[in-house]
């Protein structure tokens, strides 16, 4: 089978094709290689296939959609990232790379009749919760701008399913980390910041807990969405609740070093709490996270003290 793998260059997306090699898809991957962090990271994440897929460096709202005219299942990834980042005249910019791109994307779907569309949405969609764990049918609240188009991309996703009979499946990531791992997101901050003994900045008072997923996990639900006849909204999760200050905890232990911690106040759009109920992901998608967070966690500090160059 054919698939077109967005956002291929990026964190999740690097890990996505990999895996779909190594099952035996022939892969397409789009990349437009956006300034949120260095190219050279993004070149460095596909380094190992970019020459084993067909790939297309392009914006998704300037690319030819014929090209999904031979694709069997879209794997939509790309987006701007980023919750904090989202506020004021940045939000433009959201609304572009998240809303515009999934509809587009969906139209080509429409036209050219793919068999499936997997959106990678966000815990973000929730916002600031009452009740835990969080479940797909509790009423959506995003507490940010960013997880307001992450939930339009759903919405489309609905849309085009119930109006056109696109396949759509909308997977709510939550807290992704590991190998790769963005160099804005936390572990990745609070790693590197332990190793070469600089301070770290928790937001708040580091008892806010969220549920870390392993990339790992992201891709083996992402693609049992995919080769499944499953349709609308999923939690994927990484099956348990743990405090911030406990998971740096944990990157202290693996390093063997104690981190130098300042708190300041919270960020907009930062949410208390996240839990997901994967129970419907593990009825019907056969998902089930296997990656402990400290394994995880040391396969993220790994990573980071091989490409520490890379990185500077």
């Known amino acids: 089978m054919k698939v077109l793998v967005t956002g291929c260059a990026g964190f999740i997306g690097s890990h996505l094709v990999e895996r779909l090699l190594d099952k035996g898809y022939d892969a397409v991957g789009v990349d437009c290689f956006t300034d949120y962090y260095p190219r050279k990271i993004k070149e460095n994440n596909i380094a190992n296939f970019v ?10 709202l300037e690319m030819d959609i014929d090209i999904l005219k031979n694709v069997d299942i879209v794997f939509h ?23 515009l791109t999934t509809q587009r994307l969906l139209e080509g779907c429409k036209k050219y009749g793919v068999q499936k569309f997997v959106y990678a949405s966000s815990s973000s969609v ?17 507490h940010s ?10 919405n489309l996703c609905e849309l085009y399913r119930a109006n056109y009979g696109v396949k759509t499946i909308s997977l ?55 080769e499944s006849d499953a349709v609308g909204v999923f939690n994927i999760g990484g099956g348990s609740r743990v405090e911030l200050i406990e998971a740096i905890k944990v ?30 992901a593990r009825r019907i998608l056969g998902y089930k996270p296997k990656v402990s967070l400290k394994d995880g ?3 993220e500090v790994e990573w980071i003290e091989e490409n520490i160059d890379l990185l500077a």
């Open 51 to 60: 020459d084993q897929i067909e790939f297309i460096e392009k914006d998704i």
């Open 77 to 99: 990834l790309a987006a701007q990232a980023g919750v904090r980042a989202s506020w004021g005249e940045n939000f433009e910019i959201y609304t572009r790379n998240n809303i």
């Open 126 to 142: 929730y916002g600031n919760v009452n009740e835990l764990p969080m479940r797909e049918d509790m009423y959506p609240r995003p």
């Open 145 to 154: 701008p960013y997880g307001v188009t992450k939930l339009a991309g759903e």
């Open 172 to 226: 709510r990531y939550f807290t992704v980390y590991g190998e790769r791992q963005r160099p804005d997101m936390a572990f990745h901050k609070f790693i590197r910041a332990i190793l070469d003994g600089r301070q770290i900045v928790v937001y708040g008072d580091g008892k806010q807990t969220r549920d870390f997923t392993y990339v790992g996990d992201i891709v083996d639900a992402t693609i049992k969405a995919a």
């Open 251 to 280: 990157i202290e232990q693996i390093i063997g070093q104690e981190a130098k911690i300042k708190f300041e106040e919270t960020k907009k759009g930062d949410v208390r709490d996240t839990y997901a109920d994967i129970s419907k």
């Open 297 to 299: 966690l040391k396969r």
